[in-house]
C-alpha cells in the first residue's frame, strides 16, 4: 500500500506565497510522476502541474511563471511552490503519485489540502 500525505496549506494573501509539500510512503518500487491537482468549489479537479523523477514538467497555463514543481527522488517527496498568488487560486491541493510496486502499477491520492488566497 502507498500513503501519499500532503503539507503546507493555508491562508495567505494576494500576491503571496505558499509551498506545498508531498510525500510518498510503503511498498514502492519505482515512481514515474508526482503530480499536483486542485479543486475549487464547484469546479472539477484539474491538473495543475506534475513532474517526472527525470525532472520533465508541466504546468496548466493558469499557473505559469508563477508555481514551480520540484522533486526530491530519495525522499520520494515533491514540492509546489507557489508564488503571486490569486484568489482564484483558492482550492483544495490534492498529491497524486504514479509508479510501480513489487505487485504492478498503482495510482495514489492524498486527502487533499486547503489554500485559501484572501483578496
Known amino acids: 500500500q502507498v500513503q501519499v500525505v500532503e503539507s503546507g496549506g493555508g491562508l495567505v494573501q494576494t500576491g503571496g506565497s505558499l509551498r506545498l509539500s508531498c510525500v510518498a510512503s510503503g511498498t514502492i518500487f519505482t515512481i514515474n510522476t508526482m503530480n499536483w491537482y486542485r479543486q475549487a468549489p464547484g469546479k472539477q479537479r484539474e491538473l495543475v502541474a506534475s513532474?517526472?523523477?527525470?525532472?520533465?514538467?508541466n504546468y496548466a497555463d493558469s499557473v505559469k511563471g508563477r508555481f514551480t514543481i520540484s522533486i526530491d527522488n530519495a525522499k520520494n517527496t515533491e514540492y509546489l511552490q507557489m508564488n503571486s498568488l490569486k484568489p482564484e487560486d483558492t482550492a483544495v491541493y490534492y498529491c497524486?503519485?504514479?509508479?510501480?510496486?513489487?505487485?504492478?502499477?498503482?495510482?495514489?491520492w492524498g486527502k487533499g489540502i486547503l489554500v485559501t488566497v484572501s483578496s
Open positions: 513532474i517526472t523523477t527525470s525532472g520533465s514538467t
Open positions: 497524486n503519485v504514479y509508479g510501480r510496486k513489487i505487485s504492478g502499477n498503482f495510482s495514489s
